[in-house]
């Protein structure tokens, strides 16, 4: 019982040490438990976003939202489990349209 009610708490602690930012000039992907890793993309580096969920995903609005670049080093950044991702990909796509009709 005390093992998995420990283990509970570390799958609920590593789910808040997630944080994805999307501004008007990048989106990133910011993990910060025992370590800190930062995945950042400038838009105009976008080449793809696509929208990933299964069934289960599906009827509960669920899903990951895979952000790509052309770059072979530094395929992308995933902003897994995220609430509506076709939302989060509109908003993000709508963004990096208001960079390139600005010149940015």
């Known amino acids: 019982m ?3 009610a420990a283990l509970i708490l570390v799958a609920f602690a590593r789910s808040k040490a997630v944080k994805y930012i999307v501004t008007d000039r990048r989106v990133s992907r910011e993990y ?3 370590s800190v ?3 950042e993309i400038p838009l105009n580096r976008i080449t793809s976003i696509a929208v990933e969920q299964n069934i289960v995903g599906r009827l509960l609005g669920f899903g990951d939202l895979r952000i ?3 770059d ?3 395929p992308g950044v995933l902003f ?3 609430r509506n991702p076709e ?3 509109s908003i993000i796509s ?4 208001s960079m390139q009709r600005t010149g940015h």
């Open 94 to 97: 709508g963004l990096m349209g």
């Open 2 to 4: 005390v093992c998995g």
């Open 87 to 89: 939302r989060a990909k």
């Open 80 to 82: 897994n489990g995220i």
């Open 32 to 34: 910060r438990f025992f």
């Open 72 to 74: 072979m080093a530094f």
């Open 68 to 70: 790509g670049t052309a």
């Open 37 to 39: 890793r930062i995945d």
